[in-house]
């Protein structure tokens, strides 16, 4: 029986989060999705919002710039086939409506602002998706850059999913503005995170799960200078690996000075916040060890788009 799908059955998702702009492109053959074509620039909304919770013209200028060069990636795409998803920092913008309203002209489609609990529950299934198969519960834990998500599940099933307002930047901005990292400064935000989380860590706790990942920005630059600089095992993050960072930081003193491969420019000002943020979830939910995966916010959309098509094109 040939297959109901056209050749050409493209898809694509776009991910406007608080530091980056993410696109994933995809294509369905005989119902399964490949992905073919993923896209990240820096935007930087979340540093940009003023003491009034109002996003600066300059950032929601660097916005639209790189949704304008989206658009001309995705050219002739129908628009039914993008779904395009902001987070965190749109959350709390007072003039939000200003940046999506003309986001959504330049790109063509909506721009959907999703509250916490979606966000997580579209990062397992991103993460989940791209993962071998197992009937084993897995933790999700999601570091961005104004917001920490956990998630809980089993196969493409969630089973708990929570959103938390802490995050690589907003604890950089609270707790390392001068840039000092001192074990005062790194303590306090330690203990900032398990304040804010602690009340709900139980259902997250190790026992609950058999197997930890970690998605996104955080996981992805600490993964990287432990990669860089230690005998850890490329891909994971221990309490080992968090501890030895953390003395790293301690000695370097301040982030000017902190010097560990592996490490973005422009992400040094972040590293000892999303570092302190790592620990804690390390230590409220028993994770010994964590995988770090590809899989993503953006991949959750994408795939839950492409359900919804198959049924669209295959009705029951």
């Known amino acids: 029986m040939p297959s109901p799908f056209p050749t050409e059955n493209r898809l694509a998702a776009i991910d406007i989060g608080s530091n980056s702009c993410l696109l994933a492109m995809a294509r369905l053959e005989d119902g399964k999705v490949h992905l073919f074509n993923n896209r990240k620039e820096a935007i930087r909304l979340g540093s940009a919002l003023?003491?009034?919770?109002?996003?600066?013209?300059?950032?929601m200028q660097r916005g639209w710039e790189c949704l304008q060069r989206y658009a001309q990636v995705l050219g002739d795409l129908p628009r039914d086939r993008v779904?395009?998803?902001?987070t965190q920092t749109l959350r709390e913008a007072s003039n939000r409506d200003l940046?999506?309203?003309?986001?959504?002209?330049?790109?063509?489609?909506?721009?959907?602002?999703?509250?916490?609990?979606?966000?997580?529950?579209?990062?397992?299934?991103?993460v989940a998706q791209l993962l071998p198969p197992t009937h084993h519960r897995r933790l999700v834990v999601d570091i961005g850059g104004r917001s920490t998500e956990l998630c809980l599940g089993q196969k493409l099933q969630v089973l708990q999913a929570r959103s938390f307002a802490v995050g690589s930047l907003t604890w950089a901005q609270q707790y390392f503005a001068d840039g000092e990292l001192?074990?005062?400064?790194?303590?306090?935000?330690?203990?900032?995170?398990?304040?804010?989380?602690?009340?709900?860590?139980?259902?997250?706790?190790?026992?609950?799960?058999?197997?930890?990942?970690?998605?996104s920005g955080t996981a992805g630059a600490i993964v990287k200078v432990l990669a860089h600089a230690t005998d850890?095992?490329?891909?994971?993050?221990?309490?080992?690996?968090?501890?030895w960072l953390h003395a790293q930081l301690l000695h370097a003193g301040h982030?000017?000075?902190?010097?560990v491969g592996g490490l973005k420019e422009e992400l040094r000002p972040m590293i000892g916040a999303g570092m302190s943020v790592m620990r804690a979830l390390f230590s409220l939910l028993g994770i010994e060890r964590m995988r770090v995966?590809?899989?993503?916010?953006?991949?959750?959309?994408l795939y839950e788009l492409a359900d919804r098509w198959k049924r669209e094109r295959c009705p029951a």
């Open 50 to 59: 003023d003491a009034s919770g109002a996003l600066g013209q300059e950032a």
């Open 83 to 86: 779904r395009a998803v902001a």
């Open 99 to 126: 940046f999506l309203s003309e986001g959504s002209r330049i790109l063509g489609c909506p721009i959907e602002v999703i509250d916490g609990s979606e966000e997580a529950r579209l990062i397992y299934r991103g």
């Open 182 to 215: 001192s074990a005062l400064a790194l303590g306090r935000a330690e203990q900032a995170v398990a304040d804010l989380v602690g009340s709900h860590a139980q259902a997250f706790r190790a026992g609950q799960w058999r197997h930890a990942y970690g998605a």
């Open 232 to 243: 850890q095992p490329k891909g994971w993050i221990t309490r080992q690996g968090l501890d």
């Open 255 to 259: 982030v000017s000075r902190v010097n």
């Open 293 to 301: 995966t590809h899989g993503a916010l953006r991949h959750g959309v």
